[in-house]
């Protein structure tokens, strides 16, 4: 499956985890994740991962509380395999489940645990049917597991879980088995565990209220899934499902840096401001439409224009903060400069018409010979990318009045000499993880110069994310590009003139009245 924040851990390969030899045995885990981050992702990462549990043979999912075992020829013969326990499981001749070294493992898992957990069991017929319901319960789910040697099969439990049911999950992890717990709404009984002693990783976020069940949770992932639709010009670019083993370890996860040798496709998403909200801060690989191939990388990306502002004006500076709160974001609040996107064009720029022939094409050679770029910095694939998507966007029909001679030498030169930091984010991308973004915000009335709006067609091309800003809702590149291209979203009102310093000035007077008035400090 695609990589996932809920089940990425869960999922990794021993190769991954660093410990496994053959002496010393594969590594599991046991990791319980209450709560959730975004429930619309959660939803997502719960449908990804119930497609790829189907294909498992070595995997079980627990989605809801167990019944208690009712085969009673089985009970009897547990019961009857017990007659001679002495305090010690693992020296008696039983057979729990089928595979011999397996089974030895579990034996002596149910030993640590009657130990350590003694008091839990105040006379022996209430641990004997302790002994007795756990032994069923895995005969009856472990027992037709396919268990590869070299990793460790998989426990998955969502939901509610009693008591006796976390004795399973701990005792079958200290067989072997990985467990993830996941639980949205509350951490149960999982509280009872001792996280030191038995070496469970807690990972905690917001609880939400909203109890469903995992079917209902895969059925609304899959809506998520579904929710971003292929803009026009996108539809043809389906990229093929053959995935090259090299890139992934043995749980289909991608490695890192492994897929920058592929080109780079935008998949340019239709969404809503909420959708935008979940996926800013979400690596590539989490979001719909991204796929790769032995030559190809589909990157699903947004180009928004977002007009007006919330009524609420502390909502849309949470909106903006939320856009600028990341490390691979670069807001510009444009003015009419230019120099915050690229090197102001000169004369003696036409000179570039050169190496640009009559149908578009770039003569390559001439433009990484020359070190005075500042794409020049950059390693020799990712110039030669960047020089194949300028053709694309000279050749494309995505300008309303087309590009002229000048427009295309004009273009060429504002991505040739591109802000540095817009070079440097090219440089620390990997096409699978967390993609460089452009938020653009425009206080007053402006409408870009051509030549600007080339090189942020040229950014979306090659994996950026970018969104517009208009307090106002004035047409500032409507009127250069095809609209198809661009996702339009518009709130509550239009306010023209609008001051991003006056936003930040009431935030900072609210943060020192509230901080003076209550004693609480920001961070």
Not at 373 to 381: A, K, P, W
Request: aromatic share 12%.
């Amino acid at each position: 499956m695609s990589d996932s924040v809920v089940f990425e851990k869960i999922f990794s390969s021993q190769s991954d985890r660093g410990n496994y030899t053959p002496l010393k045995g594969y590594t599991s885990y046991f990791i319980a994740n209450i709560g959730v981050v975004s429930e619309d992702l959660y939803n997502l990462e719960i449908f990804k991962a119930n497609s790829f549990i189907d294909e498992r043979m070595d995997i079980v999912l627990f989605s809801q509380s167990l019944a208690n075992p009712s085969d009673f020829d089985m009970i009897n013969h547990f019961k009857n395999s017990l007659s001679n326990y002495r305090g010690s499981i693992f020296d008696l001749n039983i057979s729990i489940v089928n595979d011999k070294e397996v089974n030895n493992r579990i034996k002596k898992a149910f030993d640590f645990i009657l130990k350590e957990e003694n008091h839990e069991f105040t006379n022996d017929r209430i641990k004997q049917n302790f002994i007795v319901k756990i032994m069923a319960w895995i005969k009856i789910y472990i027992g037709k597991l396919n268990i590869n040697k070299s990793e460790a099969p998989k426990i998955i439990f969502y939901g509610e879980i009693k008591k006796h049911e976390i004795y399973l999950l701990l005792i079958l992890n200290l067989a072997g088995f990985d467990v993830l717990y996941l639980n949205p709404n509350s951490d149960s009984n999982i509280d009872i565990l001792k996280k030191e002693k038995y070496n469970v990783g807690f990972i905690n976020n917001t609880i939400i209220d909203n109890i469903l069940s995992f079917e209902e949770r895969v059925e609304l992932g899959e809506k998520v899934e579904k929710s971003s639709i292929k803009k026009a010009f996108t539809i043809g670019a389906e990229a093929s499902k053959r995935i090259s083993d090299e890139l992934l370890n043995d749980s289909g996860f991608i490695k890192p840096w492994q897929l920058q040798d592929r080109s780079i496709k935008n998949l340019l998403l239709s969404s809503t401001i909420d959708e935008i909200s979940i996926y800013w801060k979400q690596p590539l690989k989490l979001r719909p439409g991204f796929n790769f191939d032995k030559n190809i990388v589909q990157a699903p990306v947004f180009f928004s224009k977002i007009n007006g502002v919330y009524n609420d004006t502390k909502e849309y500076t949470n909106f903006i903060n939320l856009l600028k709160g990341c490390d691979e974001a670069f807001f510009i609040e444009y003015d009419g400069n230019i120099n915050n996107f690229t090197k102001e064009f000169t004369k003696e720029a036409f000179s570039l018409s050169f190496v640009l022939n009559s149908e578009g094409k770039i003569d390559k050679k001439a433009i990484l010979d020359d070190k005075n770029y500042s794409i020049s910095t950059l390693n020799v694939n990712h110039q030669n990318m960047i020089l194949d998507k300028i053709e694309e966007v000279i050749m494309s029909e995505m300008f309303l009045d087309g590009l002229n001679r000048e427009d295309r030498i004009k273009g060429m030169y504002s991505v040739l000499y591109m802000n540095r930091r817009f070079v440097h984010m090219i440089n620390n991308f990997d096409y699978s993880l967390l993609n460089p973004k452009l938020i653009i915000y425009l206080g007053k009335s402006l409408v870009f110069d051509k030549e600007i709006v080339f090189l942020m067609m040229l950014l979306s091309k090659i994996g950026f994310d970018i969104v517009i800003l208009t307090p106002g809702g004035e047409n500032c590149i409507e009127n250069v590009i095809n609209n198809q291209l661009v996702d339009i979203h518009r709130l509550d009102k239009m306010v023209y003139d609008f001051k991003l310093s006056s936003l930040q000035e009431d935030e900072s007077l609210f943060k020192k009245l509230f901080s003076k008035r209550s004693g609480f400090k920001w961070g």
